[in-house]
Every structure is written in C-alpha cells, then in structure tokens.
C-alpha cells in the first residue's frame, strides 16, 4: 500500500512525553504532559525516515469520570482524513487532504 514504516491517526488520550504539535510542513515535537490530556493526531515516517505529524491542539486536565467522544473518517470522494477528540465541550481535531501530506505526488489518487 505504501513504502514507509509508520503511519497512525489517532484520536489519543496522553500523558508523559507525548507529541504534541507540528509544524506546517510536518515537523513533530514533543513535550511533557503532567497529566492526562487528549490530541488529534496523524503521525507518519517521512520519505527519509524522519518523524512527521499532524497535530490538533492539546486538551488538558482530562479528569476521572470525563466521558470522552472520539471519532476517525476517511471521505473516498475526496482524500480526505479527519480526525476529533472531544471532552466536556472542549476538543481537538485535525483535517489532512490526503495521506502523507508531505510526498509530492500524492501517495494515493481520490
């Protein structure tokens, strides 16, 4: 399906070093979290190898009891990937126009 190593979308519930952004171009970072904390994220190996991603924002003080709503889609029309994580009415999403944002041409047609 396709050549690299790593490639994840996740709707995650975190804590510790976790990523947590990215920049424009795909570059991911990572920090630490104290405690628990929710993410959108698509997280993939770059044609060389390096670490690349897609991050929504972070949502912190994720608590005992908070009921969280997550859900992952693919629209086959268009390419396009989403992503959300949601919790007392604050969430954290992320939208990719197509697989592996990074590669030129476009991994897979839509």
């Known amino acids: 399906l396709h050549g690299r190593r ?4 996740v709707p995650q519930l975190m804590t510790g070093r976790v990523l947590s952004s990215s920049e424009a171009g795909g570059a991911a970072h990572w920090s630490e979290e104290e405690a628990w904390a ?3 994220q698509y997280y993939w190996e770059g044609e060389a190898g390096e670490s690349r ?3 929504g924002n972070v ?3 994720i608590k005992r009891g908070d009921v969280i709503r ?5 629209d086959p ?9 949601q919790c007392s ?7 990719s ?3 592996f944002p990074d590669g030129d041409p476009p991994q897979f047609a839509s």
Request: proline share 3%.
């Open 89 to 95: 009415g604050r969430a954290s999403s992320i939208r």
């Open 53 to 55: 991603a897609l991050c």
């Open 38 to 40: 929710l993410q959108a």
């Open 97 to 99: 126009e197509r697989p």
């Open 70 to 74: 997550s859900s992952v889609a693919y």
């Open 77 to 85: 029309s268009s390419g396009v990937l989403t992503a959300s994580i």
């Open 6 to 9: 790593m490639n994840q979308i």
């Open 59 to 61: 949502v912190d003080n």
